[in-house]
């Protein structure tokens, strides 16, 4: 399929009229029980407010209270606070990969030029996106990313919408990218990060997390590059491994050792996403459910892709002060297990592993695609 048969699907007519390139301008869709604020500077999520058990909105996305500070983080602790990020997310070995037997090198920007992150120096998150429709319950951000860009082949078109809606509150990502011209590595994510207690504690190690189809992760080595091997988390002997979150139980549970590089105990890891299939319904079935103690919120996230990266803030510090929505709680700093990152994506570095048989649903071509990344997130209270 040629690349024009795609443009009824990317650019409906209503998205073709810009209505602000400011990429700092803050843009807030809502509906009965979510309220979300976004900018297109990394089209990225800066509030997003549900009730708790006892009714009152509580902003449970982690980040900055103003969008300069996202410019400012990018410069300096970059943390990718709410954004896109890409072309590629996660990690790639060595900054390089073979497509048609062209090898490509990318900019490194990890662990001293031994794996690039992100998508590069200057990734999709620090990029403004235009805004190409705004309605009062969705949001689409567009980014066209030029050929040799970071060093990737191929020029890109961008989509994501934002959607909310009510009964059950829900938040609903949905990238689209299509390859312009010549086959590229197309792997993007949001990097949300949470905190469902709103910092009404100042770790998320007592909340219970639940991943019922993941049973396997991806391997990595001590500076959290795959190695090729995908590890079973269900052992045929002895004590469960502390990553198995199949059953749910406390996030402090899953710290395990070395498990997310050397040094680090927490949890940092790709989980594959085995699908069972739909429900009764025909819907997806939710692949991540996690609730809070404190305030009793609860998401559950359903996604079309193959994995979720799943991080609980092992190195923040507290030198990031949390937002004013936030601080009535007594929580001033973001501290170490401050928050958990939700990543979906695809497998993490696939690019380099032919072995995994994932390199139809990470390099695309004209011909092929386009990419989708979809992600629902719901909330309820428990």
Same mark, same amino acid.
């Given at each position: ?145 030029? +050929? $040799?860009? @970071?060093?990737?082949? #191929?020029? %890109? ?7 909310? &809606?009510?009964? =059950? ?51 990595? +080595? $001590?500076? @959290?590059?795959?190695? #090729?091997? %995908? ?7 002895? &004590?469960?491994? =502390? ?52 305030? $009793?919120? @609860? ?84």
């Amino acid at each position: 399929m040629r690349f024009s048969s795609f443009l009824d699907f990317l650019l409906p007519a209503s998205q073709l009229a810009i209505s602000s390139s400011d990429p700092l301008q803050p843009l807030t869709i809502s509906a009965p029980g979510i309220n979300a604020t976004f900018i297109g500077y990394g089209a990225t999520l800066t509030h997003l407010f549900v009730n708790d058990r006892e009714g009152l909105p509580r902003d449970v996305a982690v980040g900055y209270d103003t969008p300069a500070e996202y410019v400012r983080d990018t410069e300096t602790k970059h943390t990718y606070f709410g954004a896109v990020v890409g072309r590629y997310a996660n990690r790639i070995k060595n900054g390089t990969f073979v497509i048609d037997g062209k090898k490509y090198q990318v900019p490194t920007n990890e662990h001293g030029g031994q794996n690039t992150l992100h998508g590069g120096t200057i990734g999709w998150d620090a990029r403004g996106w235009t805004v190409s429709e705004y309605t009062p319950t969705s949001v689409t951000f567009s980014l066209h990313d030029a +050929d $040799g860009y @970071q060093g990737f082949p #191929g020029a %890109v078109l961008n989509h994501i919408t934002y959607t909310v &809606a009510s009964d =059950p509150p829900r938040l609903t990502s949905r990238i689209v990218s299509v390859s312009l011209d010549q086959p590229t590595p197309i792997m993007p994510t949001t990097h949300f990060y949470w905190n469902l207690g709103a910092f009404t504690s100042p770790t998320v190690l007592n909340d219970t997390l639940h991943l019922p189809y993941s049973d396997r992760i991806i391997g990595i +080595d $001590g500076i @959290q590059i795959p190695t #090729g091997e %995908v590890i079973s988390l269900k052992p045929t002997s002895g &004590a469960p491994h =502390p990553l198995d979150f199949t059953s749910p139980k406390q996030v402090h549970l899953g710290a395990l050792t070395n498990g997310c590089g050397d040094g680090c105990v927490g949890i940092d890891n790709a989980f594959i996403l085995d699908r069972p299939g739909v429900d009764q319904a025909g819907k997806d079935l939710p692949m991540l459910r996690w609730s809070s103690p404190d305030t $009793g919120i @609860q998401m559950t996230m359903r996604t079309n892709q193959g994995c979720t990266q799943v991080y609980s803030c092992v190195f923040q510090d507290g030198s990031i002060p949390t937002k004013s929505t936030q601080r009535a709680a007594g929580q001033e700093t973001i501290d170490k297990y401050g928050c958990l990152v939700i990543e979906p994506q695809e497998w993490i570095d696939g690019i380099n592993h032919p072995e995994w048989a994932q390199l139809h649903r990470q390099v695309f071509g004209p011909e092929t695609g386009p990419l989708v990344n979809w992600a629902e997130y719901t909330f309820d209270t428990v």
